[in-house]
């Protein structure tokens, strides 16, 4: 850099686009769009199930409450068992989730990720 170009604190325009402009690219790249649908693939049926389970037991408990006091075994009753599938159901799909991101999208991000921040050099 010029001595000029130091005093005045300006830096000199080089040939690297505007971050903008390479994450709008990144954005409307197949890549990006892939790795977008891979996503909404799992998230919004996984969500739609969880909801649908957590809205049934609701739904059990209000409606049909002798069916949920109804003992299954010693003092478990078919609410606390349908209660503690909720958490049991949570962790199995924290689980699920953490798997299909590593095995489908994590490899794919990474490299946009790579190949975006090689793009702003």
């Given at each position: 850099?010029?001595?000029?170009?130091?005093?005045?604190?300006?830096?000199?325009?080089?040939?690297?686009?505007?971050?903008?402009?390479?994450?709008?690219?990144?954005?409307?790249?197949?890549?990006?769009?892939?790795?977008?649908?891979?996503?909404?693939?799992?998230?919004?049926?996984?969500?739609?199930?969880?909801?649908?389970?957590?809205?049934?037991?609701?739904?059990?408990?209000?409606?049909a409450p002798a069916?949920?006091?109804?003992?299954?075994?010693?003092?478990?009753?078919?609410?606390?068992?349908?209660?503690?599938?909720?958490?049991?159901?949570?962790?199995?799909?924290?689980?699920?989730?953490?798997?299909?991101?590593?095995?489908?999208?994590?490899?794919?991000?990474?490299?946009?990720?790579?190949?975006?921040?090689?793009?702003?050099?």
């Amino acid at each position: 850099m010029s001595e000029p170009e130091q005093a005045s604190g300006q830096v000199p325009e080089t040939s690297v686009p505007a971050a903008g402009e390479v994450y709008r690219a990144v954005q409307s790249s197949e890549a990006f769009d892939t790795i977008r649908r891979s996503h909404r693939g799992f998230v919004l049926p996984a969500t739609a199930l969880f909801l649908g389970w957590y809205l049934l037991y609701v739904l059990a408990q209000a409606a049909a409450p002798a069916l949920m006091r109804r003992q299954v075994a010693g003092p478990l009753n078919v609410a606390w068992l349908l209660g503690l599938g909720q958490f049991a159901s949570t962790f199995l799909l924290t689980w699920l989730y953490a798997r299909n991101a590593r095995t489908k999208r994590d490899r794919a991000a990474l490299e946009l990720r790579w190949d975006t921040q090689d793009r702003l050099r």
